[in-house]
């Protein structure tokens, strides 16, 4: 078996047990290379797509301004091929904290039911306004 083979086997492995959309992006990407450099990273016990994750995670959190950080996924895979082809593992950062807010949604108003005088002056409703 090849180290491809290996490598592809350890990732879906990994990729079996429960994992966030990102990590699937991360598996897709590896699984489309060719680098044998890249797959023997792979193979390399103490790493794995969690872990790439998280260094890609660390690696953007340096670049962030106030709450925000755009990265290129062209820069996201650059720092995967790093963390697996490096002879070292990188450190990591594990004071990592993010939150999310969403602005209350105001409540909606009902629109009022239409009232409509015949020329009998009897009150009638409106068929469309039944709601």
């Known amino acids: 078996m ?9 990732m879906l492995d990994e990729m079996n047990k429960k994992h966030s959309g990102a990590e699937d992006v991360i598996h897709n990407w ?8 890249l797959f023997e990273g792979i193979l390399n016990k103490d790493k794995s797509i969690k872990g790439a994750l998280k260094y890609c ?12 950080a755009m990265i290129s996924d062209q820069t996201v895979f650059g720092w995967v091929y790093k963390y ?16 999310v807010k ?17 020329s009998d002056g009897v009150e009638q409703l409106s068929l469309l306004d039944m709601s």
């Open 30 to 37: 590896l699984c489309d290379q060719e680098s044998e450099e």
């Open 2 to 10: 090849s180290a491809k083979d290996n490598a592809l086997d350890k």
């Open 84 to 99: 697996f082809t490096s002879k070292k593992l990188p450190k990591s950062n594990s004071n990592i904290q993010a939150t």
């Open 57 to 68: 995670t660390d690696q953007a959190s340096k670049q962030k301004e106030g709450n925000v």
């Open 102 to 118: 969403v602005a209350a949604q105001p409540p909606k108003k009902k629109p009022a039911k239409k009232q409509i005088n015949n």
